[in-house]
């Protein structure tokens, strides 16, 4: 590799001639300690990978069409739901809803195609659906891997330093939800402090609780002290997680937090959780057939709810080991049921959400990187608007890991910048390049090169591509090593972002009154 | 996690129930202890990921007639190369070759679309081009990472080792060339003993040696040996590594090979190697515009040699550090390199070599898995023909790695799978299973999962996702630590293909006579 030591030389004694503070600049604001170096949400300019035809597209929705009506979905122990149900037109026995053909369809003709999620900056707001994508952290998991290698029950305070991570890392776009379970609080009043860091600590867009309906109002109720009564009353200010509890039942809980949110309308994301050969058959075709039944069922009663509410299509798709049942990632029959849900959400003309950096390995290490990286790259090329435990997912979502989170948010990065695609303008085509420099020479110092320095290549904050010997002489250290030193760097960095004092003291009135009403719950 | 207990123990009793047998023979297969759980090569069925249209890709090729037109390239130090030139029409000033429109392209109407590289077992003989997928190995570094974790020069048994690691990996259909350096080995000797060893230790196709021509004609005069003098006439057998000098130059050494190689009617692989910012522009388009304008030229040249030998359109894409100049992968911009690359080699009718697993990582840990998997999905949907570094590429390709090569090839077993696509038969729609199960049940003991119990979801062989505790408990292993085991597994299980010894003898005289013809050299 003569060719290398050659290029560090000639890059050095370049950087040498006077850019030393540009390059202090760069590094400052590649650093995330502060928010001047945030990256809007992607608006893609690449192609979405089509892994399915229109006739096998057509045969997926027809099948799905026949579940819904012959099989039909159970939306259990809400009396209300059912009722809706049967005012809609559709069969209901017992729980079990049986759809006539094409009455999901008709309902969600209602549903906007693109939405826009107020963040309480402006800046930070996100549109989501087309061809936007928006970049959120890891969401429910009770443990942590912390910064000195320990798997423990995870705690407020990870709850917010992940929050902080978040706000803090340019290619996340979005503060989540449940960023981890903060175990110590009891389990009725969380969703208090979770909603107050995200509102204080950071000034991204955030999600609801959605853990039972009159915490969903507490989210609404909070969300009017933020933002004020009437902007929530006009505009989605929180998404929302709504799980069926596949294979093919809503229960009660995910239904009453639906219809708080969409009766606010607020935006849910419907998302049939699925392990594929435990709630889902164990083929593709058959686990993208019943996903479509179950969003569209899902989808579509948020419209019955509430006409014109934002709902998001989503999947979770995994896969169980087929040998011990337990759940895989990073493998490729998942990452094909993201590229089919992806192309019906689009037939169906609703956002949709997939993916992230899912991984079953317990460590930061390899195992962890190829899955996480398996999986982000299919739904990014999918087309996910909404991409939830996009950083910080270990084990299978057991546990928030903040090295990974780190480590992920520097992928998240490069899939922004691919994201981008191709600039064809005439500096991009780079032809007086390719003249200038000519035969054997090389590009280093030419004028293009160095007119396009700053913003040439994705610079990643984790990867070190440094010699061996220079790798050694650092301490020999892995990418998990170096993330634990950024993300505490970035903790140490952290400085919360202005936010109205009559606001934050309503926030903080708000959460303790509703504290004090309640005695303290831990199951 | 309550549903993956419940799974386990199913699961677990359902293999009870008589099926012992046949897990232990799955178990053996994914071990690769023999030749038995071979795949072939890769016949795709999802579509090619493409970044660019049509106008994009018209004007990308009108630049690169620009620069052949008017830059040049050079073909250096070969009268017999700029004859030729001239003698086909092109504008030879000095060693610079000037190329009228067209010409290149018109020349390459003689190049196969598609050809059989011929392996001595004819079930590991496979087809380059069109729909197909080949991996191999690492080529080239001087390094290994050994199984002890201690990087030293290769010596020839390592080349041994990854020879018997590529024949034993289900998912690696070519045995490679310079899978490491033999550094042990005179540097003017090392080509007979690494063909020695890819023609009686595999039995997979390999790769000829390009460092001079006169061991490209021992590559052919040891390949008729194998073969047989007729077959080799008239079958490609080696497929040759034929690197660009970038920008814009073939060297000598480059050229003599391709031409003993095209005359014989072996297969070159025209690469430009470049490391975009030193090699070519900073900017994605001006790289795809001096790749294409390299290529056309050098695949041209084959054709001028004997019109209709194999020739496959290569490219080398990473990128330099802005910063210290030294080679990054897995980062965006090679990733866009590559997709446009595969346009332009299919407009062009040629096969096409991309990518592999390539990583900047000194050790086996995150940072190597996540540039690996980002280029190899890259490559994969990009519809790379031939994979060159699918496994055991390390350190920017200085080592090669024992631990990664198995991790890769893991890896490479999950693309082959995504490849195969979406299964939409009756069996892949899976309906009756959704009629059976029905709402709130699970699909574990239902008839269409027993029925696909043994083909359903890619195993692998380095996850772990077993839970924390039973990780815990078995010592807390990395990904790169159960590589390890595996990758000594591999070699104490290693056995020869059966070979005829009168060619065995036949090979090994070749190669004394040729040793005892020559005095060491060491440079």
Same mark, same amino acid.
């Given at each position: ?17 006077? &850019? ?12 995330? $300690? ?111 891997r912390?910064l000195d290698g ?52 950071? &000034? ?46 809503? &229960? ?57 509410? +934002? ?15 337990? +759940? ?5 029959? +998942? ?28 460590i930061p290490d390899?195992?962890?990187a ?31 890991c903040y090295e990974k989170?780190v480590m ?23 032809? &007086? ?17 160095? $007119? ?9 904050d984790i990867a070190d ?6 790798w050694e002489?650092e301490g020999q250290k892995s990418a998990a090593q170096r993330a634990n030193e950024i993300a505490r760097h ?10 109205? +004092? ?22």
């Amino acid at each position: 590799m003569t060719e290398n030591a050659t290029l560090a030389e000639e890059n050095g004694s370049r950087r040498g001639r006077g &850019d030393r503070g540009g390059a202090a600049a760069r590094r400052a604001a590649r650093s995330g $300690a502060g928010p001047s170096g945030q990256l809007t949400y992607i608006r893609r300019n690449v192609p979405f990978y089509e892994v399915l035809d229109d006739e096998a597209l057509a045969l997926i929705e027809a099948n799905a069409d026949t579940v819904l009506e012959e099989v039909g979905i159970e939306f259990r122990d809400d009396a209300e739901a059912l009722a809706m149900w049967k005012e809609a037109g559709a069969d209901v026995r017992g729980e079990r809803v049986h759809f006539p053909k094409g009455l999901p369809r008709a309902l969600l003709k209602t549903a906007p195609p693109v939405f826009t999620q107020h963040a309480r900056n402006p800046e930070r707001s996100v549109q989501i659906g087309g061809g936007s994508t928006i970049f959120a952290p890891v969401y429910g998991p009770p443990f942590v891997r912390d910064l000195d290698g320990k798997r423990r029950y995870a705690t407020i305070e990870d709850f917010h330093n992940f929050v902080k991570l978040a706000y803090l890392a340019p290619s996340i776009h979005h503060s989540g939800g449940t960023v981890c379970e903060p175990v110590d609080v009891p389990v009725n009043k969380r969703h208090l402090d979770m909603l107050l860091a995200h509102m204080t600590l950071s &000034d991204k867009p955030f999600m609801g609780s959605v853990t039972a309906p009159e915490r969903a109002e507490d989210t609404v109720a909070m969300a009017k002290i933020l933002f004020g009564n009437e902007f929530v009353e006009n505009n989605t200010v929180t998404i929302n997680l709504i799980n069926a509890n596949s294979p093919m039942v809503f &229960d009660d809980t995910m239904l009453g937090a639906a219809k708080v949110y969409a009766r606010a309308n607020q935006a849910c994301i419907v998302t049939p959780f699925i392990l594929a050969g435990a709630m889902s058959p164990v083929t593709v075709a058959g686990t993208l057939t019943q996903v479509l039944a179950e969003v569209l069922a899902g989808a579509a009663f948020t419209q019955l709810v509430r006409p014109g509410a +934002p709902v998001v299509f989503g999947t979770f798709a995994s896969s169980i080991s087929m040998q011990s049942g337990a +759940p895989t990632f990073g493998t490729p029959e +998942p990452s094909l049921v993201s590229y089919g849900a992806a192309q019906l959400a689009r037939r169906l003309g609703l956002p949709f959400r997939t993916g992230g950096s899912l991984c079953a390995s317990k460590i930061p290490d390899a195992q962890a990187a190829y899955e996480s990286a398996n999986t982000l790259n299919s739904t990014l090329l999918a087309g996910a608007n909404f991409v939830l435990h996009a950083a910080g997912w270990l084990e299978g979502g057991l546990s928030a890991c903040y090295e990974k989170f780190v480590m992920d948010a520097d992928q998240l990065g490069m899939a922004q910048k691919f994201a981008a695609g191709v600039d064809l303008s005439e500096n991009g085509q780079a032809l &007086d390049a390719i003249r200038e420099v000519g035969p054997g020479q090389h590009y280093l110092g030419c004028a293009h090169t160095q $007119a396009n320095f700053q913003t040439a290549f994705h610079r990643s904050d984790i990867a070190d591509n440094n010699s061996f010997e220079q790798w050694e002489a650092e301490g020999q250290k892995s990418a998990a090593q170096r993330a634990n030193e950024i993300a505490r760097h970035w903790l140490e960095s952290y400085e919360a972002p202005p936010i109205d +004092p009559g606001i934050a003291e309503g926030l903080h009135d708000f959460v303790a009154r509703k504290k004090a009403s309640m005695p303290d719950a831990f199951t």
